[in-house]
């Protein structure tokens, strides 16, 4: 079975179509800047170089009929060679499990998008278009918070009136579980052990970050919440911030929902600390040549996922592997070193020298270790793949509807 995976952006679509009988990926791309001039399509067949097309793709629907003659050109003869698609989703409102795709779900999902107004519109305008122009697939959402379904209520609950969380579903449901689940997985492989064996704690390094404890191949804690500003400090949201600081910020400078949540989203972070970049080679870089503001972004960011492990530790009883992944987490030498900074009794004991000249890890070979011999727990740099974790998902509910 082929099976279509599509993430959409607020002004991009990434897609990858996989052959599930050895997962092998017969194309993968991304399209950027929608609706902006020049929009970016590059796209690479299976044993191909890539390539790249720069051409006005004012709309997702526009994206996906380019998409579509790509796909038809090349790796299948017609759209009805691919019976189902994946599209990503964060928040599923009352749904926490991969579901397909009918009125009742999309109601459910339009519920949630004032939560998320840069993500949502574009996500359900792709989920729309898509389905008007492949109506024989089955559309099935899958959901960046399902992995994290089994968090247990005292993990989860805010310390709010308790009708937030009866009635309104305010708690932690949180984010980047395609990715943490990828990581549990590879670990337990690269190990050699079952996962129903391990402890484990992933940290999800990009420009949104995460970290999550997963006990026996189960997310019991995280650190994003209901949206995907709580947490550790990102490219631009804030993470953790007092909230008693919100109304008195508000009140101060005059601002309305919408501005306080512009700031928290885009203006903070390691931009908002820096007053640089929400880029980490940046502020890297210029925290080499001096720049205090950059120094202290970078030391905020690592000290905060440092303190994140500790949230972890005990909530697992004890760690087997720590994992870093995401952008940031399989590029960065110097975050690594500086999140385990002075954690050598707890157990982590990292390899500076494997650490330092680590080659990032591929999609072909996405793990590697940098722990030193001696460190009880085992410390390993993994690459995503949440697309494949999608395309699995999919894939099992297709073969159970069309009982294949
Ligand atoms: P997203 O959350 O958007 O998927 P990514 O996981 O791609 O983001 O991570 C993007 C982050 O990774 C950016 O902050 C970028 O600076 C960082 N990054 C990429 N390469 C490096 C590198 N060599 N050193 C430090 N940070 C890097």
Do not use: W
């Amino acid at each position: 079975m082929k099976i279509l995976v599509l993430n959409s952006g607020s002004s991009s679509l990434k897609f990858t179509l996989f052959q599930m009988s050895d997962e092998t990926v017969l194309i993968s791309g991304t399209f950027e800047r929608i609706g902006l001039p020049q929009s970016i399509f590059s796209f690479q067949e299976f044993g191909a170089p890539n390539e790249t097309v720069v051409a006005d793709i004012p709309t997702q629907g526009a994206a996906l009929d380019t998409l579509f003659e790509a796909l038809t050109a090349a790796p299948i003869s017609a759209l009805a060679d691919i019976p189902a698609v994946a599209h990503r989703l964060g928040h599923g409102g009352k749904y926490r499990e991969t579901k397909l795709i009918d009125t009742e779900v999309m109601d459910e999902i339009r519920k949630v998008t004032p939560f998320f107004p840069l993500h949502y519109p574009a996500m359900i305008l792709e989920i729309e278009e898509c389905m008007k122009k492949m109506p024989q697939a089955l559309h099935v959402a899958v959901f960046d918070c399902s992995f994290h379904r089994n968090i247990p209520d005292e993990a989860a609950i805010y310390g709010l009136p308790y009708r937030f969380f009866s009635e309104k579903g305010f708690r932690r449901i949180g984010y980047h579980g395609n990715s943490h689940a990828f990581s549990a997985i590879e670990s337990s492989n690269f190990l050699g052990r079952p996962l129903t064996q391990l402890r484990i704690i992933t940290l999800h390094l990009g420009n949104g970050s995460s970290s999550c404890a997963i006990k026996y191949g189960k997310s019991i804690d995280t650190t994003m919440g209901f949206t995907t500003v709580e947490g550790l400090i990102m490219g631009t949201r804030s993470g953790d911030i007092d909230p008693g600081l919100i109304p008195f910020i508000m009140d101060d400078e005059k601002l309305s929902t919408d501005q306080i949540s512009d700031m928290l989203v885009n203006h903070s972070g390691l931009l908002g600390i820096s007053g640089l970049s929400r880029d980490m080679r940046e502020i890297e870089k210029a925290a080499i040549e001096g720049h205090e503001r950059a120094s202290l972004a970078l030391n905020a960011f690592c000290y905060k996922v440092k303190r994140s492990i500790g949230s972890m530790l005990p909530a697992l009883g004890a760690c087997d592997v720590l994992v870093f992944t995401g952008g940031i987490g399989i590029n960065s030498s110097t975050v690594r070193s500086k999140c385990l900074e002075g954690t050598q009794e707890l157990g982590f004991i990292i390899d500076h020298e494997k650490n330092l000249n680590l080659a990032p890890p591929t999609m072909a070979h996405p793990v590697a270790e940098i722990s030193a011999h001696s460190s009880p727990i085992r410390i390993l740099v993994i690459r995503a793949n949440e697309e494949i974790i999608m395309a699995r998902e999919c894939h099992d509910l297709a073969k159970a509807v069309l009982k294949i």
